[in-house]
């Protein structure tokens, strides 16, 4: 046997591993079928939109002729105005803000403070508390009307904001949705090494729960901002049309004997444009902290 029949037997792994890093380090890339099925998704998705959109812009007379229209008309703006004016959406609108963005800031801190109490403190009877804390979603909202109802009237707080605001300040849902996700993300070391740098609680929380919190908090927040902005039954039990959030004004534009349906849709339409502005402008950050977390975890 001479040198030239010797094989070198660890150079064909060294190729096959380098191959594997290439291959694992390409972009995947969508085919037709993929963006076959998401455009059909979108388009199903945004149809009640579109759809809303077309209705306040045309007549209520051309809304009731067969077939109904496919395209926008030209009384959009026309209708949006009369749906403001009709529907005092100036006050509303102010409200919704104050209401929705109240809730929001609130149900995320208190939600993020409680869920890592529940994740990493320990004390007694924190499961009982849990399992209570998770129990109440089990219970109807319907059910809490009537003594919410009486409560509120015994504080003097009709047809006053804090009546709307003050039982959605925390939600069992935010807890226990804060709760799985710092589980997880939030390393038990990182709170003992504040600790022991001499880190009071509130620095704890400060400096290290609601940074490692965020993602989850920003998805949180937009929950909670949309359930707030479009909640109807306990608003419109609460409040009056003298003030009004944006959903009790809307349902104003639905009385009369022959109501007009394109300045409701046009109405419809003033009411979700906040909801879309906000989603445009914040969407990405709250996506981008939705992968985050996920590649984290």
Do not use: C
Request: proline share 6%.
């Amino acid at each position: 046997m001479t040198t030239s029949d010797l094989t070198l037997p660890q150079a064909r792994p060294k190729k096959t591993r380098s191959r594997r890093v290439m291959g694992a380090g390409k972009q995947l890339h969508a085919g037709p079928v993929t963006y076959v099925v998401l455009g059909i998704f979108a388009l199903v998705s945004l149809a009640p939109l579109v759809w809303t959109a077309i209705a306040a812009s045309r007549t209520d007379r051309r809304l009731a002729q067969t077939p109904p229209p496919l395209w926008f008309g030209g009384n959009l703006f026309k209708n949006m105005q009369a749906a403001w004016d009709q529907a005092g959406l100036g006050t509303a609108m102010l409200n919704s803000v104050i209401v929705a963005g109240t809730i929001t800031v609130s149900t995320v801190v208190f939600s993020t403070l409680a869920g890592f109490a529940f994740a990493k403190l320990r004390f007694k009877f924190s499961g009982v508390l849990l399992l209570l804390t998770i129990g109440t979603m089990m219970i109807p909202p319907q059910l809490a009307v009537v003594p919410l109802y009486l409560w509120m009237s015994n504080l003097g707080w009709s047809n006053q904001l804090q009546t709307v605001i003050l039982p959605t300040l925390v939600t069992a849902f935010g807890t226990f949705f804060m709760r799985q996700y710092l589980v997880q993300a939030l390393p038990s070391e990182l709170i003992e090494a504040a600790r022991v740098d001499g880190a009071s609680s509130l620095r704890v929380v400060w400096h290290v729960v609601f940074p490692a919190a965020r993602p989850a908090m920003a998805v949180l927040g937009l929950l909670t901002f949309v359930f707030a902005w479009n909640d109807f039954l306990w608003p419109i039990i609460a409040l009056t049309q003298q003030n009004p959030t944006v959903q009790v004004a809307l349902n104003s534009l639905g009385t009369g004997y022959v109501p007009d349906q394109a300045v409701i849709m046009a109405g419809a339409l003033l009411g979700t444009l906040p909801l879309l502005i906000a989603f445009l402008l914040f969407g990405k950050q709250i996506v981008g902290g939705i992968m985050a977390g996920a590649i984290k975890g």
